[in-house]
């Protein structure tokens, strides 16, 4: 794009699912500049969450939008040529392979990359991760030839991994540091329960076990070994061990970042020309209350409806309460809120009937988070009494008799 083109121009860095969202919300809301989506991977944008619950390789992916929609309307879609370097006094961005842009506004939705180990052994073929499409294609010849699978980490990608491959009849180890699985991100009824869920479906879950590295003859891993000197076998090592957010190019350019890009509650950074979207970020939330960097399709999505609102110069819409969603096997699990150590945990059925929920509630009885397991109704309206700030009688909501409307106070 020329910079004497008068046309203004929204460059978004990161063709994932916030960068794909914020091209097509321009459109439908009218934006008649350009749209430039520049994207590091050879793909439009795509679903990640299938990436760990279906084994489905590149021929089966699920594209965010048709591949006719970005040419029909009018986006410029730019792949497998990563922006480099942002020039906030010219208001431009170059790319590895050389071309520069003008933008009036730049819009970062560069996402996050799997954190990596650095013991001995990492770089041995077979030790992987998972955050792209290509990454599924070592993941999913594992599985389809029943190989041995070791899992380093117990978050919801290695759970949901470990699902998938028991259910091609893998052999699968969880290597979890802490323990308990979903130490971050889950509060301990969950976690007990879901533990118990893959182990009576033949997943061998190892809790306080370090991983001291990979072993493996000519350059190929078959083996995980514990600092405590027992060696799980494998054919392929999969690494879930959290993810980083790609920052790096804000950094270079002086955006202030913190545990990600720092946005306000508009996803609007320091820089009044420079927005940020989803994983990437660390925003402030208007219902939580605090600064928070979440990873989920709900939150990029939100941000992405903020930054085309703010483009656009329309009404920002209202934070929702965080929600994501994870599948295992035939359990359907939705989560909103956060869950804190501080809050109190109510357990509303009965977790051996895989379908019961856990409320967390504060001091006053209002729910901070709720984690649901096929129980839709607990979801939906938990998440309207996080929302809404409702106190909730703890006894009463762990009778099921009572209706979730009776629950309240
Ligand atoms: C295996 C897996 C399962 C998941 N399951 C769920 C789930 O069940 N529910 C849920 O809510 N969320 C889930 N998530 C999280 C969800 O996919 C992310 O929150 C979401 O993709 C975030 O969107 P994003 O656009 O911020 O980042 P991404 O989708 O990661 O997109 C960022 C894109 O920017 C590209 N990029 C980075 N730097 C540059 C650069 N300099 N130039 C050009 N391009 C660049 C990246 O390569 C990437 O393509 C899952 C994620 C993974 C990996």
Not at 94 to 111: D, F, K, R
Not at 238 to 253: E, H, Y
């Amino acid at each position: 794009m020329l910079s004497s083109d008068p046309t203004p121009t929204v460059a978004i860095v990161g063709a994932g699912h916030a960068g794909g969202t914020l091209a097509g919300l321009l459109r439908q809301h009218e934006y008649e500049g350009h749209v430039v989506l520049f994207g590091d991977e050879e793909h439009p944008p795509y679903h990640r969450p299938p990436l760990s619950k279906k084994y489905t390789g590149s021929e089966y992916v699920q594209w965010l939008r048709p591949q006719s929609f970005y040419a029909d309307n009018d986006i410029d879609v730019r792949l497998g040529d990563p922006v480099v370097r942002i020039d906030r006094a010219d208001r431009t961005v170059t790319t590895a392979a050389g071309v520069t842009t003008t933008y009036s506004t730049l819009v970062l939705a560069t996402g996050a990359a799997p954190r990596k180990l650095t013991v001995l052994g990492s770089d041995l073929n077979g030790v992987a991760t998972l955050r792209t499409l290509g990454d599924t294609e070592m993941l999913r010849d594992a599985v389809h030839s029943n190989a041995e699978i070791a899992i380093v980490g117990g978050g919801y990608v290695g759970l949901e991994v470990a699902a998938s491959a028991r259910a091609h009849g893998c052999n699968v180890t969880i290597i979890e540091r802490e323990d308990r699985v979903l130490s971050r991100v889950a509060g301990p009824d969950l976690a007990k329960a879901l533990t118990t869920f893959h182990r009576d479906r033949g997943t061998r879950i190892l809790t306080g076990a370090h991983v001291a590295g990979f072993i493996g003859t000519d350059g190929k891993v078959n083996g995980v070994e514990l600092s405590d000197g027992t060696v799980v076998p494998c054919a392929l090592a999969l690494v879930g061990v959290g993810a980083v957010p790609n920052d790096d190019l804000a950094r270079a350019a002086g955006i202030i970042c913190e545990a990600g890009i720092v946005v306000d509650s508009t996803a609007r950074t320091d820089d009044p020309n420079i927005l940020a979207i989803g994983d990437v970020t660390y925003r402030m939330h208007d219902t939580l209350g605090k600064m928070v960097r979440l990873e989920s399709i709900p939150s990029a999505v939100e941000q992405a409806k903020h930054a085309a609102a703010v483009i656009v110069g329309a009404s920002v819409p209202q934070h929702e309460v965080p929600w994501f969603w994870s599948d295992q096997f035939d359990l359907k699990m939705k989560m909103a809120g956060m869950v804190s150590p501080d809050a109190t945990a109510v357990v509303r059925g009965n977790p051996a009937d895989s379908s019961f929920a856990v409320f967390h509630l504060d001091g006053s009885g209002i729910p901070v988070a709720v984690e649901t397991v096929n129980a839709a109704a607990e979801f939906m309206a938990g998440k309207k009494y996080i929302g809404n700030h409702t106190k909730i009688d703890p006894v009463a909501l762990a009778d099921t008799s009572i209706s979730l409307r009776e629950v309240t106070l």
